[in-house]
């Protein structure tokens, strides 16, 4: 996940302010900011859905247009702001974020180019890609931040917990086939390891069923397998959630009761811009760094 520092703050300016605005939200306009995005991303995806309905879509279908165009403006104007208020927009641009931006508003551009398509499911799936908007939304959460850091620490473990899951998937699997045969539905191995998979995941369509006394023996063996096994992806996630919540407590930030200048830490005594000394007891509370 890019950072802040990575993205270069902007030495002075209507670019260091429009920055501030935009990147920190330990100021009382950058949270205002984030408010209100994160407002225009939610009605924005409720537009979305609503419009996929069709009955919906039939009777309002031009407030519908009106409000998507709106928010694309809105969001393409945010998108060109941060660009402009870094010194590596480029690296914003390649970012996470920067793409999921880029993503959420192409579609409604798209569909101008070519007017003529707009019956053809691709068109309707470029418009879909609106709800990646709401992935926005994890820029703005602190948990969020917290449970990817979580999730990406814990990938080596989650791999290798998946790969003796499947292995032991193919391998109940193909003791399934063997048992089993054609005339039981398990036409193949990948069938009967398609089997093993939605048993070991307590899911169970019931599209394949063993019939044999032996079967039924080894399907209740994967079944408990899979009672066992769906805690332990969630223990490892929620492992690391712990560690880093307890490494990273939430940064405290002041503001100068006399000039209003915001952003000290909890290591700054005194303002920078007028030099009166910072109240003792914190008056804004900003998210973990990213």
């Known amino acids: 996940m890019t950072t802040q520092d990575e993205l270069g703050r902007p030495a002075g300016g209507w670019r260091l302010r429009l920055y501030r605005v935009i990147y920190e939200s330990d100021t009382h306009a950058g949270r205002l900011f984030d408010q209100l995005i994160v407002a225009a991303i939610v009605i924005s995806v409720a537009v979305v859905m609503a419009d996929s309905v069709q009955v919906w879509h ?4 031009t407030t519908f247009t009106s409000v998507e165009w709106f928010f694309t403006a809105l969001f393409t104007v945010e998108y060109l702001a941060r660009l402009v208020s870094v010194d590596r927009p480029l690296r914003y641009a390649r970012s996470f974020f920067g793409i999921v931006d880029l993503v959420a508003v192409l579609p409604t551009y798209l569909a101008l180019i070519f007017p003529e398509l707009h019956a053809l499911i691709d068109v309707r799936v470029l ?9 926005r939304l994890t ?4 948990d969020y931040q917290v449970m990817i850091e979580a999730l990406v620490a814990s990938r080596r473990k989650i791999l290798v917990f998946l790969s003796a899951v499947i292995m032991v998937a193919l391998i109940l699997g193909t ?5 089993e045969g054609p005339e039981h539905g398990f036409t193949d191995i990948p069938t009967a390891m ?3 998979v939605t048993t070991i995941t307590t899911v169970g369509f019931g599209d394949i069923t063993p019939k044999t006394d032996i079967g039924r023996l080894i399907a209740s063996v994967i079944m408990l397998i899979g009672w066992g096994t769906l805690a332990v992806p969630t223990g490892i996630v929620t492992a690391e959630m712990t560690v880093r919540r307890h490494a990273r407590p939430l940064l405290v ?8 200048a915001e952003g000290y830490g909890p290591e700054a005594n005194f303002c920078q811009q007028c030099g009166t000394q910072l109240p003792d007891m914190p008056s804004l509370v900003a998210r973990p760094p990213p």
């Open 127 to 135: 418009r879909l890609l609106r709800i990646f908007r709401i992935f």
């Open 175 to 179: 003791l399934l086939y063997v048992v």
């Open 253 to 260: 930030r002041r503001a100068c009761t006399k000039c209003s």
């Open 194 to 196: 398609y089997w093993a």
């Open 58 to 61: 039939a009777r309002h279908s």
């Open 139 to 142: 820029e703005y959460v602190a």
